[in-house]
Nanobody, 125 residues
Framework: QVQLVESGGDLVQSGGSLRLSCAVS????????LAWFRQSPGKAREGVAA???????NYAASVKGRFRTSKDNAKNTLYLQMNSLSPEDSAMYYC???????????????????WGQGTQVTVSS
């Protein structure tokens, strides 16, 4: 059974940094594309960063240059390094996975089949 478990969410001050982790189990994560999404109350789920199994990445315009996704295949873990955080980045962050290979990997929630439970990021002003 595929499982995605996020961690690392926290309360951080504006301008600060945070690193989220997504532990993948139940399948070989090197065969899947993985992505980060976020959702604030009353807003649609937004794709933040995606990484296909060949290492090609795709970032939302709102985070490009501030966020970076990486992967440790030995640990089967996806990371999201978030820098220069602002209150607008506050949200529940989710990890997602899909089997299909696309260039670039998509940022649409409907493209992903497997989801984690999320980790909360709150940025204070």
């Amino acid at each position: 059974q595929v499982q995605l478990v996020e961690s690392g969410g926290d309360l951080v001050q504006s301008g600060g940094s945070l690193r989220l982790s997504c532990a993948v189990s139940g399948y070989d994560s090197t065969s899947a594309s993985l992505a980060w999404f976020r959702q604030s109350p009353g807003k649609a789920r937004e794709g933040v960063a995606a990484r296909n199994r060949n290492g090609v990445t795709n970032y939302a315009a709102s985070v490009k240059g501030r966020f970076r996704t990486s992967k440790d295949n030995a640990k089967n873990t996806l990371y999201l390094q978030m820098n220069s955080l602002s209150p607008e980045d506050s949200a529940m962050y989710y990890c997602a996975a899909r089997w299909e290979l696309s260039y670039p990997p998509p940022l649409e929630a409907s493209a992903y089949r497997f989801w984690g439970q999320g980790t909360q990021v709150t940025v204070s002003s």
